[in-house]
């Protein structure tokens, strides 16, 4: 285990001197382990160019574990792993309320397994400054993926309904119009270019390619998830914001070899269709060995969805009128089905699948 800064010290140190006892052992080096700074700093800062001119140590890095790193340093680093299979991340730092996550920065590890980002504060899921097409080709995860968990990532569409009188508390009137503004020049210039190469007709049907995309920004943001079909283990920070179109769309294709999935922060929409989209996406896991819930609110379409899915061997679960001290203690009781969860607001809860012993 090293520090940071010890372990840029250590790079340094081998830059200048060829004939360090370390080169050797860091060009064969396949598992690195990076704790960040005790004191973070507040100031933004890039990755020092000592680490770029030493990128020839991490080529054969195939398990990356970092924890208290700024966002912006992991991404760094990450460009100078080809070989990266397990990336994970734990206590991640963003600097600003409005760095945003996006799937597109992951899009270089083609070999990687595992994806696992624990982030310390909330971190905005965000969008694309780019035209529409070329926002559809950056956004694809590596098909890789075994293992997916996005903890502390949010998509700015829950705001409305946890804080339905300050929709804009998050992102600043201003600044919405600014990117709004940025973004349709974008796609004028996008479209003069259609136009230029391939005339009228074909810019009217790239429209119509891309009208499904443009009504739903959240289909934009997710539809990478589509192709991740080798997916053992699913994990959704806060699916609050997902429409039916999410569920359908996105997350039941790539989750029908899940054995373990995990939902966070969802909260009652009373829409018909948004809950059955839910029930729908469940019935095809049919390897499914845990599910776990938390901060949950469930209704009929996470209910009838894990009753479809064969018996339980466990419930176990903490509703939320059962915790205390804001949610750090927590009492346990073992349910005999699925059925006592409707209409209950969970804070934790574990079912696993299979005959009971």
Not at 32 to 42: C, E, F, P, S, V
Not at 109 to 124: G, H, I, M, N, S
Request: glycine share 4%; charged share 25%.
């Amino acid at each position: 285990m090293e520090e940071w800064e010890l372990y840029l010290e250590t790079l340094s140190a081998m830059q200048f001197n060829p004939n360090h006892l370390a080169r050797k052992q860091h060009i064969h080096t396949r598992s690195l382990h990076i704790y960040g700074l005790k004191n973070a700093r507040t100031s933004i800062s890039t990755l020092p160019p000592i680490l770029r001119d030493m990128k020839i140590f991490l080529k054969n890095v195939t398990r990356l574990f970092l924890a208290k790193m700024h966002f912006d340093d992991i991404i760094d680093l990450i460009a100078h792993t080809p070989s990266l299979q397990i990336l994970r991340c734990d206590n991640i730092r963003t600097r600003s309320s409005y760095y945003n996550m996006m799937f597109s920065l992951f899009s270089g590890l083609k070999r990687l397994q595992v994806l696992d980002l624990r982030f310390r504060e909330a971190c905005e899921h965000g969008d694309y400054a780019f035209p529409m097409s070329k926002r559809l080709n950056r956004r694809a995860l590596p098909t890789t993926l075994k293992e997916l968990r996005l903890v502390g990532i949010y998509d700015s569409e829950e705001i409305p309904f946890l804080f339905p009188r300050h929709p804009n508390a998050i992102l600043p009137l201003q600044q919405q119009h600014a990117q709004q503004e940025i973004i349709q020049h974008q796609e004028v210039q996008q479209q003069q270019q259609e136009i230029i190469e391939g005339g009228l007709t074909s810019l009217l049907r790239r429209r119509r390619e891309r009208r499904p995309h443009r009504d739903d920004p959240l289909m934009e943001r997710y539809q990478s998830l589509i192709h991740l079909t080798h997916l053992k283990t699913l994990c959704l920070g806060r699916c609050n914001a997902y429409t039916a179109r999410v569920w359908r769309e996105c997350i039941k294709p790539c989750i029908g070899n899940v054995e373990n999935l995990k939902l966070s922060g969802w909260r009652t929409k009373t829409e018909e269709d948004l809950e059955l989209a839910i029930q729908d996406t469940l019935q095809v896991m049919k390897k499914v060995k845990v599910i776990e819930l938390s901060d949950f609110e469930c209704d009929v379409g996470i209910v009838h969805g894990i009753k479809q899915l064969g018996p339980t061997s466990l419930i176990r679960v903490c509703f939320h009128h059962d915790t205390e001290d804001g949610g750090s203690h927590c009492h346990f009781r073992t349910l005999p089905n699925v059925d006592i969860l409707l209409k209950q607001k969970v804070h934790m809860c574990k079912i696993k699948f299979g005959k009971k012993k």
